[in-house]
Every structure is written in structure tokens, then in C-alpha cells.
């Protein structure tokens, strides 16, 4: 394991918000209306905090080699992932570090999730169990 989260870039479109909204019962419009979500002062439509925390557990889980490494895992949302309505849509890019290994086999890592060069996420953080 190294000191870094190799960089995880996942793209995410509309169709990706309709297929979340599916999954987790959550249809709010700001998630697939741009007139009400510029209606409530957003810049369009954008993504679930969920699905955009869930892709930086899929970074985390990746990087662990297996989801039942993750011992803790936490995010504070801090701003809106915006998805235009193209087949690009738009890009949310992970990194972290690792913060510190203890005696115990626990590794902390901080996160960090982008979108445009914006950080979407603070005070995310993982702890994971080496194997």
C-alpha cells in the first residue's frame, strides 16, 4: 500500500442521476429538472450528495483491494456536483493520502473529491484495516 490514493476520476451524467434516483427513491428535481434547481439558486441540475460520497467509497474501496477493509468512512458536503445536460456530462476526480498506519493495522487517509477544480467534499476521511 502507499502513502497516496492513486487519482480516480469518475464521470457522471444525467442518465446516472436517473439511475440513482431509481435506486435510492430520491426523485427531489434539483436532480433532474434545471428549472427548479436554478429556481432554488443552483447552477442546474446536480448530482445526489450520496452518489457523489458513494464514488469516492468506490475510490476508497478500490484502493483497500476490498469493501470489508473500510472500517470508517465520513464526508461533509460542501458543494453541489453541477451535471450539465450532455453526454460528456461532467467529472468528479479523488485523491487522498495517507494521514497515519497504526500499531493496531488501521490506516486513516484523508480524501479529496473535485468537480471543475472545486472541492465538493471536506472533512472526508476513511479508515481502513490492512490485510
Request: net charge neutral.
Amino acid at each position: 500500500m502507499s502513502d497516496t490514493l492513486e487519482p480516480q476520476t469518475f464521470r457522471v451524467t444525467r442518465a446516472d442521476l436517473v439511475r440513482y434516483a431509481g435506486a435510492s427513491g430520491d426523485f427531489n428535481p434539483i436532480h433532474w429538472s434545471d428549472r427548479v434547481a436554478t429556481g432554488v439558486g443552483l447552477p442546474g441540475v446536480i448530482a445526489h450528495g450520496m452518489f457523489t460520497m458513494a464514488l469516492v467509497g468506490r475510490a476508497v474501496t478500490t484502493w483497500a483491494g476490498a469493501a470489508d477493509a473500510v472500517v470508517e468512512y465520513s464526508v461533509r458536503f460542501s458543494r453541489p456536483v453541477p451535471v450539465p445536460d450532455t453526454d460528456e456530462g461532467t467529472e468528479v476526480l479523488v485523491t487522498g493520502t495517507v494521514k497515519e498506519t497504526t500499531a493496531e493495522g488501521l490506516t486513516r487517509l484523508v480524501l479529496t473529491a473535485t468537480c471543475q477544480g472545486e472541492k465538493v467534499l471536506s472533512l472526508a476521511q476513511a479508515t481502513i484495516r490492512k490485510r
